[in-house]
């Protein structure tokens, strides 16, 4: 509809009626509800916006309180270095004069038996001998304590920074998480180093589990390796890629090797309906984990696998974890808990992507780690 009015020259101009200040009289309360549209709108944009920018002002300020904490321990290790280098030195010196010692030991022998030196300046020598020996002892005693210290402090520092991006992975959005770990690279490293010493105060590897259960997926069905394409979503140094004959595509937000792929896991380049299984060992962080199940259900096939390997203590409720999912169209097949982590397979029995606004988000607890 359009409405004639007036310009300045007394001409008549046309007006399309979706600009609110040429609505007529008889539609003014269409033009209030537009008006209150378009506000709430506005108000939903901005809120939005002033989360984000919320969400990374904590990042920062929890980035500065942490790497505070890691500079400090760093301090200490450094003395402890130092203080290892001259308990170097004075090993050393402790050599020499055993040498030196030695090669006066072997004269006065000599010139005993020639000479027939007196008794007591032998007994003096063999008396120097003994508290050089002594110190010796004492010296090794203290270098395996200085050590131990040394290592502790280490490991202390590793397992501090390693808990320190945990957190940040599993606490934001994985678009800022992708944002940290590509401004600070040296980071996800650092995060790879800790997550290996944390495997090595478990009594397993999920991951070997993992393996395992895909070869024996693939063999039971007498299907040829090159036929299965898996998707190692959060993949880490991609082991699970070296380990199978199978094709594998592996994403992380960082790519440590030339089998990664560096992306956001709720945006992988894979095709939709395109992979048989999708895995997620101890990945499954960052507060938006519904986007993340969202793009496997995308790229999995019809009846396709997703594997989920998970701290037990993550979990509130680990029934209404696989109730949940229900939702996102994965039917529960298999459900084990060994050890400290649970095991669970999904077929996905639908797609969901026209309905993805309405589903309930998928919450888990933080890391809270603890030796097998």
Same mark, same amino acid.
């Given at each position: 509809?359009?409405?004639?009015?007036?310009?300045?020259?007394?001409?008549?101009?046309?007006?399309?009626?979706?600009?609110?200040?040429?609505?007529?009289?008889?539609?003014?309360?269409?033009?209030?509800?537009?008006?209150?549209?378009?506000?709430?709108?506005?108000?939903?944009?901005?809120?939005?916006?002033?989360?984000?920018?919320?969400?990374?002002?904590?990042?920062?300020?929890?980035?500065?309180?942490?790497?505070?904490?890691?500079?400090?321990?760093?301090?200490?290790?450094?003395?402890?270095?130092?203080?290892?280098?001259?308990?170097?030195?004075?090993?050393?010196?402790?050599?020499?004069?055993?040498?030196?010692?030695?090669?006066?030991?072997?004269?006065?022998?000599?010139?005993?038996?020639?000479?027939?030196?007196?008794?007591?300046?032998?007994?003096?020598?063999?008396?120097?001998?003994?508290?050089?020996?002594?110190?010796?002892?004492?010296?090794?005693?203290?270098?395996?304590?200085?050590?131990?210290?040394?290592?502790?402090?280490?490991?202390?520092?590793?397992?501090?920074?390693?808990?320190?991006?945990?957190?940040?992975?599993?606490?934001?959005?994985?678009?800022?998480?992708?944002?940290?770990?590509?401004?600070?690279?040296?980071?996800?490293?650092?995060?790879?180093?800790?997550?290996?010493?944390?495997?090595?105060?478990?009594?397993?590897?999920?991951?070997?589990?993992?393996?395992?259960?895909?070869?024996?997926?693939?063999?039971?069905?007498?299907?040829?390796?090159?036929?299965?394409?898996?998707?190692?979503?959060?993949?880490?140094?991609?082991?699970?890629?070296?380990?199978?004959?199978?094709?594998?595509?592996?994403?992380?937000?960082?790519?440590?090797?030339?089998?990664?792929?560096?992306?956001?896991?709720?945006?992988?380049?894979?095709?939709?309906?395109?992979?048989?299984?999708?895995?997620?060992?101890?990945?499954?962080?960052?507060?938006?984990?519904?986007?993340?199940?969202?793009?496997?259900?995308?790229?999995?096939?019809?009846?396709?696998?997703?594997?989920?390997?998970?701290?037990?203590?993550?979990?509130?409720?680990?029934?209404? =974890?696989?109730?949940?999912?229900?939702?996102?169209?994965?039917?529960?097949?298999?459900?084990?808990? =060994?050890?400290?982590?649970?095991?669970?397979?999904?077929?996905?029995?639908?797609?969901?992507?026209?309905?993805?606004?309405?589903?309930?988000?998928?919450?888990?607890?933080?890391?809270?780690?603890?030796?097998?």
């Amino acid at each position: 509809m359009k409405h004639k009015i007036k310009n300045k020259f007394g001409m008549n101009d046309m007006k399309k009626s979706d600009f609110l200040t040429t609505y007529p009289k008889d539609d003014k309360k269409t033009s209030e509800v537009f008006q209150e549209l378009l506000i709430n709108t506005n108000n939903k944009s901005e809120n939005k916006k002033k989360s984000k920018k919320k969400q990374e002002m904590n990042l920062d300020a929890n980035k500065n309180a942490r790497v505070d904490d890691v500079k400090e321990r760093n301090k200490k290790l450094q003395k402890s270095v130092k203080e290892s280098i001259n308990l170097e030195h004075k090993m050393t010196k402790i050599e020499r004069l055993k040498k030196i010692t030695g090669k006066k030991m072997k004269r006065m022998s000599a010139k005993a038996e020639a000479q027939h030196i007196k008794t007591d300046e032998m007994l003096k020598l063999n008396k120097h001998m003994r508290k050089i020996k002594q110190l010796e002892e004492m010296l090794a005693r203290k270098s395996e304590i200085k050590q131990t210290l040394k290592d502790r402090v280490t490991t202390q520092l590793k397992a501090t920074r390693f808990k320190f991006i945990n957190e940040i992975l599993c606490n934001n959005d994985s678009s800022l998480s992708k944002h940290y770990l590509k401004q600070n690279p040296d980071a996800f490293k650092a995060y790879q180093i800790g997550y290996k010493w944390q495997l090595e105060q478990w009594a397993m590897n999920p991951l070997d589990v993992i393996i395992s259960s895909i070869i024996e997926l693939f063999y039971l069905d007498n299907c040829r390796p090159t036929d299965n394409i898996i998707a190692d979503f959060g993949c880490g140094e991609a082991r699970l890629a070296a380990s199978v004959p199978h094709t594998v595509h592996s994403f992380d937000f960082i790519a440590l090797n030339d089998r990664v792929k560096a992306c956001d896991m709720v945006s992988t380049p894979l095709q939709t309906n395109s992979v048989h299984v999708v895995v997620f060992c101890l990945s499954l962080m960052g507060s938006n984990l519904n986007d993340y199940v969202i793009e496997a259900n995308r790229v999995l096939k019809d009846n396709g696998i997703l594997k989920i390997a998970e701290v037990e203590n993550r979990f509130e409720d680990v029934k209404d =974890f696989i109730r949940l999912l229900r939702n996102y169209g994965f039917k529960n097949t298999r459900k084990d808990l =060994f050890d400290l982590f649970y095991f669970m397979d999904f077929k996905k029995a639908k797609a969901i992507s026209m309905k993805r606004k309405t589903l309930s988000p998928i919450i888990l607890k933080s890391y809270l780690y603890k030796k097998g």
